[in-house]
Structure formats: C-alpha cells, structure tokens
C-alpha cells in the first residue's frame, strides 16, 4: 500500500486558496480538488484570512525600525577591530604575514 506524501504549501499558497475560498465562486471541496488541499483545511485558511485581515491596516506607515546589528558602519568597526587583534596575535605568535 502506497503512501501519500503531505504536500507542503508557502504561506502566498495557502493565502491564494484562502482568497478564492472568500470570493465564494467554488465550493471548498472544488478549491481543495484544484489546489490538493483537503477541504476542510481551506476552511481553516479562510476563517484565519478573514480573522486577521484587519491587523493588515493597523500598523502605521513610515521608515521601518532599523536592526541595530546590521547596521553597517557598526559592521565595518567591528570587522577593523577583528583585524588588528589577528594582526596582534599574528606578531605575538611569531607567525609573519
């Protein structure tokens, strides 16, 4: 007896079949048959789309918070420090460059 392999969808997948399950055109088992989806999990997608639709439009617009650790003048300082220790321990152990 052969077994089936659960197909794995990317979250723009699930929102796809989500979106066609709210615009109501096909019934869920149609989409589910389309996308190989069981239908009762393109029920979950859509009741999750539709809970968390508004938190799309909450946040505010503007420049998005900066990672301190990418930042890369910090980078470039770090990675100059790197250097003179290894040149340091590079004289210190009397291994020439």
């Known amino acids: ?13 699930k929102a796809k079949v989500a979106l066609e399950a709210v615009k109501g055109t096909k019934t869920a088992n149609e ?32 420049p998005k918070a900066v990672d301190p650790q990418s930042d890369p003048e910090r980078l470039y300082a770090k990675i100059g420090q790197l250097n003179m220790e290894l040149d340091w321990l590079k004289k210190k152990s009397g291994i020439n460059p």
């Open 31 to 62: 989409i589910a048959q389309e996308h190989g989806a069981h239908p009762t999990q393109v029920g979950l997608w859509k009741k999750a789309l539709l809970e968390n639709a508004g938190q799309l439009f909450e946040t505010k617009r503007g």
């Open 1 to 13: 007896m052969s077994e089936k392999k659960r197909k794995l969808m990317t979250g723009a997948q």
